[in-house]
């Protein structure tokens, strides 16, 4: 099979589909979706608080809870949520079918915090499953195969951030089901044209990143005289990207001078701070080492081996161009978020892969005894499993907002109170902290102290690592607030 493969050019179409997984690669998978279950499971049903996934998993199940409470239209599908005194927060960053996914599950499970972390553990499980299919059919040894996708998915990047909701997390399952799709129109099985531009729909609505990347395979397979599917795949992006494009316009009301500014902010320019390239890349390679602690420093090399190997070269290219490319585009999003490169994880599975069948050859042709190899395969899963279940800094981050999460989940707001005041850092309505939004079901509202707020209300502020509330202490009238969006 390997023989065979090694000689497919970008869309030479060999004989026959290359047949179903090995046993290897299964166990593989197997291993990684155990391991993601088993290891810190209290982690699903964590309170929200300040940390990447306590973010997310709370911005987002806003959103789905106000679609359950106030409906599709009233809640301009999850953009729009209301708070206790009837003012009304958006946020129409990124693309709607998430709230649909946490209003989904919600339905389903309660309101609970396991809920919101659901949507992200399904469709991480899927993401396996669709590996395992890329894998074996980019030609790969069930061996190697399954090295790259324990050297991938083995990680603290995946462990931690695959169960967060969010789109970078939620984007990987239709980029890996496009890339499977893909392979299948490479190797003669063209999927129908429904298929097709149903996948890359769903991916425009995940995800921004999802979006790009359907856009850019349409546009491979169009330049590569698969012009049916490449159509096919162009046209569910484009109509989705119409779809999203109303549905910001909707949801802010047609002034989209919040939107604007937050994707400035993103593009590392506007009001909001500017942040360099040099920076940008600084800060991933300190990601990386925390969330890959064995060989983040090869992932460079590893993405070689991706694309000299003629056999995933294209899907590397294109996978791995979409990820790098989203990041220098949005350098400020890179520079804030540690999983800005999550999607890093479908190439990366691909070019380790096609590494360790390059290795496996190479020992081949040595003079080395029987089981060499295997002792490799064996020591590297090892070290990955050691590594992974080293904490990483991230996870340090998540159990002190553990902590803090479950402090503002028990705290009580006086009923007429509008917002959450807070001496947390910002001034102003925000919605960096829609944790405590959730939690309050008020405009978190940064203000100087007590001094800041009426007397019979109160403001939260950290006392030794403690969130406290302290009673207002205003002696003069307040000026007048900012109206949350």
Request: glycine share 10%; hydrophobic share 50%; with cysteine.
């Amino acid at each position: 099979m390997t023989e065979r493969y090694t000689a497919l050019t970008r869309d030479e179409t060999p004989p026959k589909w290359p047949g179903s997984p090995r046993s290897l690669l299964w166990i593989a998978a197997l291993a990684v979706a155990v391991v993601f279950i088993v290891r810190d499971s209290d982690r699903l049903s964590a309170p929200f608080g300040p940390s990447h996934d306590g973010f997310n998993a709370a911005l987002y199940m806003t959103g789905g809870r106000a679609i359950l409470e106030d409906g599709l239209l009233v809640s301009r599908v999850g953009a729009s949520s209301r708070t206790v005194s009837g003012d009304r927060v958006i946020y129409a960053h990124h693309p709607p079918l998430i709230y649909l996914a946490d209003a989904t599950s919600l339905a389903l499970v309660g309101l609970t915090e396991t809920a919101a972390r659901l949507p992200a553990v399904g469709s991480s499980l899927v993401v396996l499953v669709l590996l395992v299919f890329v894998l074996a059919a980019s030609g790969l040894p069930s061996g190697p195969a399954g090295i790259g996708l324990l050297f991938a998915f083995a990680t603290p990047m995946f462990l931690m951030f695959g169960v967060m909701t969010e789109p970078h997390a939620l984007g990987l399952a239709p980029m890996a089901a496009l890339t499977l799709l893909w392979q299948r129109t490479r190797v003669g099985c063209e999927p129908h044209s429904g298929v097709l531009a149903s996948a890359a729909a769903i991916a425009t609505l995940t995800s921004w990143q999802a979006g790009l990347f359907a856009a850019l395979v349409g546009l491979a397979l169009f330049t590569a005289r698969r012009r049916k599917a490449g159509i096919a795949i162009l046209t569910g992006t484009a109509v989705s990207a119409i779809l999203i494009g109303f549905w910001i316009l909707w949801a802010y009301g047609g002034d989209l001078a919040d939107f604007a500014e937050r994707a400035l902010h993103r593009l590392g320019a506007g009001n909001l701070g500017r942040v360099t390239f040099g920076r940008m890349i600084s800060q991933q390679m300190l990601f990386f080492s925390d969330l890959f602690p064995v060989g983040g420093w090869l992932v460079v090399p590893l993405a070689t081996f991706g694309l000299v190997d003629r056999r995933t070269r294209p899907l590397v290219a294109v996978s791995l161009g979409t990820v790098l490319g989203y990041a220098l585009l949005f350098r400020n999003g890179a520079y804030d978020h540690s999983y800005w490169l999550y999607c890093i994880l479908l190439p990366l599975s691909l070019s380790a892969g096609a590494a360790a069948d390059a290795v496996a050859r190479g020992l081949s042709n040595l003079s080395l005894p029987r089981l060499t190899p295997a002792a490799l395969a064996i020591t590297l899963a090892v070290v990955l499993g050691v590594a992974t279940w080293q904490p990483s800094k991230e996870l340090a981050q998540q159990r002190y907002a553990t902590a803090m999460g479950a402090q503002a989940r028990a705290l009580r707001w006086p009923p007429a109170q509008r917002y959450a005041y807070h001496a947390l850092g910002g001034h102003g309505p925000t919605d960096l902290m829609p944790w405590l939004l959730f939690y309050s079901r008020r405009q978190p509202f940064g203000v100087d102290g007590p001094q800041s707020v009426p007397p019979g209300e109160i403001v939260l502020r950290v006392v030794d690592g403690q969130l406290v509330t302290v009673q207002g202490e205003q002696t003069h009238e307040p000026e007048s607030l900012e109206e949350p969006a």
